[in-house]
């Protein structure tokens, strides 16, 4: 069993900054690619940010510059740090996890957490 939780979401203002934090646990071989994915009210979810074993990552053109994905591969958790807070950021943030479940496996199982709400508004 597999486990992916977020936190750090919240209130915040325009222009402010908030971290976004997701931890994996459970049993596994390894993690590849890791991503940040947001829904706002009546919009499909879309992906924000990834980031893959090896480091690149990749970014929603509405949030290069402003947010930067970043991994502690020692602690299995990747973060999203959004600067410059916009209302139009406000949304459900999960957390993708693609999961390689044993050493032999050969493919990666996809798992998500339950979410964390950012709103962004004065």
């Known amino acids: 069993q597999v486990q992916v939780v977020e936190s750090g979401g919240g209130l915040v203002q325009p222009g402010g900054s908030l971290r976004l934090s997701c931890a994996t646990s459970?049993?596994?071989?390894?993690?590849?690619?890791m991503g940040w994915y947001r829904q706002a009210p009546g919009k499909q979810r879309e992906l924000v940010a990834s980031?893959?074993?090896?480091?690149?990552?990749n970014y929603v053109d509405s949030v290069k510059g402003r947010f930067t994905i970043y991994r502690d591969n020692a602690k299995k958790m990747v973060y999203l740090q959004m600067n410059s807070l916009k209302p139009e950021d406000t949304a459900v943030y999960y957390c993708?996890?693609?999961?390689?479940?044993?050493?032999?496996?050969?493919?990666?199982?996809?798992?998500w957490g339950q979410g964390t709400q950012v709103t962004v508004s004065s």
């Open positions: 993708n996890a693609g999961v390689k479940l044993y050493y032999n496996s050969n493919y990666y199982s996809t798992y």
């Open positions: 459970g049993r596994f071989f390894s993690i590849n690619a």
């Open positions: 980031s893959t074993s090896g480091g690149n990552t």
